[in-house]
């Protein structure tokens, strides 16, 4: 079974720019959920998508917006990038509906630099 | 609001030494807890997990009991390998809300 796959790898982007990032789940999982990981605050729930709708949203701001298609992948965006964007996005995949009792599994990241 | 408190690292450990990483918790109801792992220049792998009070989570060779009397989901290894070389994470869930609430990591290096 493929493990949840995030495109690319590794982005450097200017400040000002926009920039896409892709996420593929694990083949059947419904829900995606999308995470920021900076040494300074640790992880920081973003949202999460599940059959096409957001379910939950975290605190930031609106710059951060995401999606999801009918095949259950997902992209987030960000727009107007800020040299504090620079961080380790990781997305997770999840087959539950209800509680998140068997946790995420979670793509390699991908990690954005903004210069 | 819920929250997740881990020891500070990082831990620096010889070759099959006893591990113990405390994690302790503040949430309402009964929060599913997790413990992952962060190798370098990778992603989160979930370690174990428990979703009850008394439950334990073990997964290869780690262990973790779920303490509701002391709020508490301490890792525990009898003997560490330089591969347990990583950044170890203890998260929960809470009500009905999916996203994890995590604590800030414990570096672990393990030295030969």
């Known amino acids: 079974k493929a493990g949840v796959t995030q495109t690319p790898r590794y982005l450097i982007k200017t400040r000002g720019q926009q920039v896409t990032l892709s996420c593929s789940p694990i083949s059947g999982h419904r829900s995606v959920s999308w995470y920021q990981q900076t040494p300074g605050q640790g992880l920081q729930f973003l949202f999460e998508?599940?059959?096409?709708?957001?379910?939950n949203k975290g605190n930031f701001p609106g710059r951060f917006s995401g999606r999801q298609f009918s095949n259950s992948r997902s992209e987030m965006n960000v727009s107007t990038l800020e040299l504090g964007d620079s961080a380790l996005y990781l997305c997770a995949s999840s087959p539950d509906r209800g509680r998140l009792s068997y946790g995420y599994t979670f793509g390699s990241g991908t990690r954005l630099t903004v210069v | 609001g819920n929250s997740v408190t881990q020891m500070e690292g990082p831990v620096t450990l010889s070759e099959e030494a006893f591990l113990t990483i405390n994690c302790t918790y503040t949430?309402?109801?009964?929060?599913?807890l997790f413990w992952y792992v962060q190798y370098p220049g990778e992603g989160l792998q979930l370690l174990l997990k428990?979703?009850?009070a008394d439950d334990k989570g073990s997964n290869k060779g780690f262990e973790a009991t779920y303490r509701k009397e002391t709020t508490s989901f301490h890792l525990e290894k009898g003997s560490v390998q330089v591969s347990d070389s990583a950044v170890y994470f203890c998260?929960?869930?809470?009500?009905?809300?999916?996203?994890?609430?995590w604590g800030l990591g414990t570096s672990l290096a393990v030295n030969p």
């Open positions: 998260a929960l869930n809470a009500g009905n809300n999916r996203k994890l609430i």
């Open positions: 949430a309402t109801g009964y929060p599913s």
């Open positions: 998508y599940f059959s096409e709708t957001q379910r």
């Open positions: 428990a979703t009850k």
